[in-house]
Every structure is written in C-alpha cells, then in structure tokens.
C-alpha cells in the first residue's frame, strides 16, 4: 500500500518561513513526479509545485514563485516544500501527491497524502 505522510504544518507569522515534508515508501518516491497541491476552506485545491522524477525540473504556480522551493531527498525518500515569505493568503492544508507525469493537474496524480494545515496570521 502506497503511503504518503505531510508534516511540518503550522502556525506562522505572516513573513515567516515553514519547510513541510512528505515521505514515502521508496519504491514510489523513485518512479514518480512528486507534486504539492494546497486546498483553503470553500476553495478547490489548487497546484503549489512540482518536481520531476529525477529531480532535474520544478514547476511552481505564480502565486508562489519565488517564494516557495520544492525539492526532494533520494537518500530518505522524502520530499520538501520550502515556504518563505509566507502571506496570509497561503493559509490552506497542504498535500502531497504521486503522478507518472510531469504535472500541474489534480486528476494527473495517483496518490495522495492526508494534509498538513498551514496557517498565516497577518
């Protein structure tokens, strides 16, 4: 069974700075295009970031450009989203997800994390 597990959720300042991460099992972590997504209350989830298979490509939404980094860590099958600047707005749960493909789609992705709530006080 494929299991994906967030952490590192929180409450922030706005202007602070949080790093969730994601682990999954190994066999998953290496055959997949990793991806975050994040969902605020009576919104539907939207695409944060992507990063490749081999980890040689990201993609972020404008809304995060510059400010949020994804990366991920071979060795202990875990992947990262590094949060700077944080700003109220950027107050939702944050998902991680599986997909075969490079993508910034819901559906493109197979497996999906429990969330980890993030919140930004102004």
């Known amino acids: 069974q494929v299991q994906l597990v967030e952490s590192g959720g929180g409450l922030v300042q706005a202007g602070g700075s949080l790093r969730l991460s994601c682990a999954t099992s190994g066999r998953t972590f290496s055959s997949s295009s990793m991806g975050w997504f994040r969902q605020a209350p009576g919104k539907e989830r939207e695409f944060v970031a992507y990063?490749?298979?081999?980890?040689?490509?990201?993609y972020y939404a404008d809304s995060v450009k510059g400010r949020f980094a994804i990366s991920r860590d071979f060795a202990k099958n875990i992947l990262y989203l590094q949060m700077n600047s944080l700003k109220p707005e950027d107050t939702a749960v944050y998902y991680c997800?599986?997909?075969?493909?490079?993508?910034?789609?819901?559906?493109?992705?197979?497996?999906w994390g429990q969330g980890t709530q993030v919140t930004v006080s102004s």
């Open positions: 990063i490749s298979r081999l980890g040689g490509s990201t």
């Open positions: 997800a599986a997909a075969r493909v490079d993508s910034t789609v819901v559906a493109a992705y197979n497996y």
